[in-house]
């Protein structure tokens, strides 16, 4: 079973920028979704940004046009870079795979964003 683990968390001042990593191994293709999640203490687990198999990307309204998802298939790899960071995206980060034909979903165990204002 396919296994994603996170990487790239820290702290960092408001204004500051993070590159966030999600390889997975054991690897068995499937036609994926990827995916980024974050979860703030005391709140519930919310959707940041996700690309689909033919690279379509989806962000919501809170991190439009300050982070972007990428991919490398070669790696097994996708990245979310976030610049401007704001106090209101620290979270816990994780990342989702989603398999479009089994429908199968696995996730990281997350990486830590602290933003201090």
């Known amino acids: 079973q396919v296994q994603l683990a996170e990487s790239g968390g820290g702290s960092v001042q408001a204004g500051g920028s993070l590159r966030l990593s999600c390889v997975a191994s054991?690897?068995?293709?499937?036609?994926?979704?990827m995916s980024w999640w974050r979860q703030a203490p005391g709140k519930e687990r919310e959707f940041v940004s996700g690309?689909?198999?033919?690279?379509?990307?989806r962000y919501i309204d809170s991190v439009k046009g300050r982070f972007t998802i990428s991919q490398e298939k070669a790696k097994n790899t996708v990245y979310l870079q976030m610049n401007s960071l704001k106090p209101e995206d620290t979270a816990m980060y994780y990342c989702?795979?989603?398999?479009?034909?089994?429908?199968?979903?696995?996730w990281g165990q997350g990486t830590q964003v602290t933003v201090s204002s």
């Open positions: 989702k795979r989603r398999c479009l034909d089994s429908f199968i979903s696995t």
């Open positions: 690309m689909d198999d033919n690279g379509r990307t």
């Open positions: 054991r690897y068995t293709y499937c036609p994926s979704d």
